[in-house]
């Protein structure tokens, strides 16, 4: 049932070249869920969001020093050697200063027709965020139809932010079935069907997704769904992690992250002025570490959601070196403790084979277990 979002997340490189030979189009990587994608699909540009190999590299010494981030040393070193050959043009809207370095890199060191900054608010608990981001996107579409050669009209617009509510509400709704006793999808399907999102075209996405939802409410599964497990933290298309962890009698019942309920939890409302609109879904959504201060507004968020998918414990996941998740863990834990929901802490390096971690999550599930005895 969920192989084609499997064979899209693997095969991602093959989609998009076929996709561009077959239709003539263009396609745009970008490097952070706060790239407001509804002004670039509207453009009749195909989005792929650029993620690493999982491999180990040794091509970004001479580009990014050694203590930032293995996931954002992995996406550059995914271009240095030529797997996004294919892209027109890269966009990344302001994120962490590593990731940032990605960008700045490739666009120096690549060969790429068209790069553009989106100037997003980190204080997006500020009152001037919404009018500040309507402003800098106003600039981006400016920036596109200069690139493209033909105007962004307001239809399409509209047409855009309509396939865009639709592929959130139609992956919320698969979401919301795993709040069943035995969930009908494993959390490894889970993450590949939202990572595919990224990946492909949002209309055959959702169209695929719509199929799913007809036939999943009465898919019984044949697996125990064991301990129900939130995974909470960095960027992870990890399918071996998670894989493991479904391996040892748990599921991964929700997650809190930007390959996963993040990404599409909440929608656009349009009204007259698109852009406007458009920006405020990308004050308003659920915020990064990176955007979530000087109070951590998501913390209720991940509570309800704890309480909501009947949370036994969370898998609080870090890439070595992430700043933003680094300040977000210690305070995050505290708070999990306090509500009676146990955390275990990994500290992932996005090249480093998962088998490392095994030990330690059978050693959390155990304990789990020996606690719902009492």
């Not at 998501?298 to 309800?304: P, S």
Request: hydrophobic share 35%; with cysteine; proline share 6%.
């Amino acid at each position: 049932m969920f192989e084609k979002f499997g064979r899209w997340h693997k095969d991602r490189h093959e989609y998009a070249r076929r996709w561009k030979r077959e239709t003539g189009g263009t396609v745009v990587g970008y490097f952070c869920t706060y790239v407001p994608e509804e002004v670039i699909y509207a453009a009749g540009i195909l989005l792929v969001r650029i993620l690493g190999g999982h491999e180990p590299e040794d091509v970004t010494a001479p580009h990014i020093i050694s203590m930032y981030c293995p996931f954002c040393r992995d996406c550059l070193a995914q271009g240095l050697k030529g797997k996004y050959d294919y892209l027109d043009g890269i966009v990344i809207a302001q994120s962490c200063m590593h990731i940032r370095q990605t960008f700045h890199s490739w666009r120096m060191h690549l060969p790429i027709d068209y790069s553009y900054y989106i100037n997003m608010p980190h204080h997006v608990q500020s009152p001037r965020a919404k009018p500040y981001l309507a402003g800098e996107l106003a600039e981006f579409k400016k920036s596109l139809e200069d690139w493209i050669g033909r105007p962004v009209s307001e239809e399409a617009l509209d047409q855009a932010i309509d396939t865009y509510n639709t592929s959130r509400r139609l992956m919320k709704q698969v979401y919301e079935l795993r709040q069943a006793t035995n969930p009908p999808l494993t959390g490894l399907e889970a993450m590949q069907m939202v990572v595919s999102s990224q990946l492909t075209d949002k209309k055959e996405h959702s169209q695929a997704v719509a199929e799913i939802l007809a036939e999943l409410p009465t898919r019984k599964p044949k697996r125990d769904p064991g301990v129900r497990l939130m995974i909470i933290g960095s960027e992870s298309d990890d399918v071996e992690f998670a894989r493991m962890v479904e391996s040892l009698g748990a599921t991964l019942v929700i997650d809190d992250q930007c390959t996963g309920s993040r990404y599409f939890w909440n929608e656009v409302f349009p009204h007259g002025n698109r852009l406007e609109a458009i920006a405020a879904r990308y004050v308003d959504r659920v915020p990064c570490p990176s955007k979530d201060w000087p109070q951590w507004t998501r913390f209720g968020h991940i509570l309800k959601l704890a309480k909501d998918f009947d949370v036994q414990g969370a898998l609080l996941v870090q890439q070595k070196f992430c700043d933003p998740h680094e300040c977000d863990m210690p305070p995050l834990e505290q708070l999990l403790k306090k509500n009676d929901i146990p955390s275990l802490f990994l500290e992932f390096d996005v090249t480093v084979p998962v088998g490392q971690f095994r030990t330690r999550v059978e050693a959390f599930l155990e304990m789990l277990r020996a606690e719902e005895l009492f």
